[in-house]
């Protein structure tokens, strides 16, 4: 097992940004893609971007592509998603999720909620 440990949730007003965190507790980091997915209410699990921890190759779905930006810091170990020009329907819950490869993915983090909201 290897625990992922989020943060960087919370509530904001459309057209604002939040930055979320991903850091796999007890394992570098290099070993891992690391992805982040989102669940709303009512909608299916939704796989938003991915970055290989090796190179730093990134993917994003159309539904971010432009506003949401992932990064990685290997010296703190970490996985960063920056969340621009926030939309209300990125309200969900976000999870970060860690695997051999970009299309497998055996951990996941707890999940931070992200609510956009007026």
């Known amino acids: 097992q290897v625990p992922l440990v989020e943060s960087g949730g919370g509530l904001v007003q459309p057209g604002g940004s939040l930055r979320l965190s991903c850091a796999p507790s007890g394992s570098s980091l290099l070993y891992y893609a690391i992805g982040w997915f989102r669940h709303a209410p009512g909608k299916e699990r939704e796989g938003i971007s991915c970055i290989h921890s090796r190179d730093g190759s990134s993917y994003y779905a159309d539904s971010v592509k432009g506003r949401f930006t992932i990064s990685r810091d290997l010296a703190k170990n970490a996985v960063y998603l920056q969340m621009n020009s926030l939309k209300i329907e990125d309200t969900a819950v976000y999870y970060c999720?860690?695997?051999?490869?970009?299309?497998?993915?055996?951990?996941w983090g707890q999940g931070t909620q992200v609510a956009v909201s007026s």
């Open positions: 999720a860690a695997g051999p490869t970009l299309y497998e993915y055996r951990y």
